[in-house]
């Protein structure tokens, strides 16, 4: 079973009336590696009975190990989004992890293509500003896409975490749920798989992205597995 931990929170940053940014501090090192992510218990129980706990990537870099940043979108009526959305500093969390494979092997080299959509930016932010990335950052390419400049974090705020020399640009993608949304997004891949081939991939955030892309690496040869892929919400059926 997942130990429960505590951490603080310190300081709070809203970014419009959807976006919150939390940074945290604990008394014991997280032990995470760029690319991880917390479940944060919200204390919330849902009317099944079960508690509300949710995941949040770390956004911050892994060189800090008692201090870390994680970015949250309001979801309307969400239990746990509305839960962080209310706290203040100097109040409490409990969580468990750090989690997740979302991040390259420690002897990982080659060329190394980074794709975001929505609030899967933080998982990419965290992964590139980790130890594990840092020597692959000049072959590394970054795509992050987002319906409008508005969406969940500014671009200055993004810009401001990425580490110097990878290939960075934001795309423009239409609605969750739109029919062109997926098809936009192979056209985003196709264009960075038709310079060198990648080494490793990694992929977060729309779930229904996510799949298709990991199957379109797969047809082009690139090892990726669902371990290169972070799905943050629609995400596939179990027997998918
Ligand atoms: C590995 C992982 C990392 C995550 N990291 C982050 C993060 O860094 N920041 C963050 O804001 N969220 C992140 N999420 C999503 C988060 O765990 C919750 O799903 C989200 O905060 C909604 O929880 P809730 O309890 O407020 O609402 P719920 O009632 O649980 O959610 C309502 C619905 O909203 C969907 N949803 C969740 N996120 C979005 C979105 N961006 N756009 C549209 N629909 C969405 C959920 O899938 C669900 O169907 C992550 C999820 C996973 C699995």
Partial sequence: M??????TVVETRD????????????????GFVGGQ?????????????????????????????HRFDLAV????????????HHLAPGDAITFSGPWGKFHPAPDAQGRTLVVATDTGITAALGLLQGARLRPLLGQTAVRWLRMHADYFLPEA???????AGCDFAIEPIPAIG????????????R?????????????????????????????AGVPANRDSVDSFFNMPKKSA
């Fill in 178 to 189: 739109h029919p062109e949304r997926v098809p936009h997004a192979r056209v985003v891949l």
């Fill in 37 to 65: 992510y917390v479940i944060v218990d919200s204390g919330v129980i849902l009317p099944g009975g079960k508690a509300a706990k949710r995941a949040y990537s770390i956004l911050s870099a892994d060189a800090d190990q």
């Fill in 15 to 30: 970014f419009g009336a959807e976006t919150r940014v939390l940074s945290l501090v604990v008394d014991a090192p997280l």
């Fill in 157 to 163: 705020f993004v810009r401001a975490r990425l580490p």
């Fill in 2 to 7: 997942a130990t429960a931990r505590t951490a």
């Fill in 191 to 219: 264009q960075l798989l038709a310079s060198r081939a990648p080494a490793q991939a990694f992929i977060a955030g729309d779930g229904a992205i996510n799949y298709a892309l990991l199957d379109d690496l797969v047809t």
């Fill in 73 to 84: 979108m309001r979801i309307p009526s969400g239990p746990c989004s509305g839960f962080l």
